[in-house]
């Protein structure tokens, strides 16, 4: 079964940063595409940033030159180095995989508060 698990989130001021973490088990890491995804208070849950298997990454225009997703297959963890917050950053935080023949899951989030 796998198993997505976020954590890192918190408060933090304008301009700060965050960064967040998806320990992934239940599957072969290396092979999944994993993405961040968000979604603030009344709105829909909208896509942030992907890496893929070979390493490629992918950004909403948003969070691009803000935002650094990146994986460690040694430790099956996805991150996503969020700097120069803002408070339009607010929202609850998902990780999602993409297992090849597999199906996508994801995990519970993790809250990002950006408040002053």
């Known amino acids: 079964q796998v198993q997505l698990v976020e954590s890192g989130g918190g408060l933090v001021q304008p301009g700060g940063s965050l960064r967040l973490s998806c320990a992934a088990s239940g599957s072969i890491f290396s092979t999944n595409t994993m993405g961040w995804y968000r979604q603030a208070p009344g709105k829909e849950r909208e896509w942030v940033a992907t890496?893929?298997?070979?390493?490629?990454?992918i950004y909403a225009d948003s969070v691009k030159g803000r935002f650094t997703i990146a994986r460690d297959n040694g430790k099956n963890t996805v991150y996503l180095q969020m700097n120069s917050l803002k408070l339009e950053d607010t929202a609850v935080y998902y990780c999602k995989a993409v297992i090849p023949f597999g199906g996508n899951h994801w995990g519970q989030g993790t809250q990002v508060t950006v408040s002053s």
């Open positions: 890496i893929t298997s070979s390493g490629s990454t």
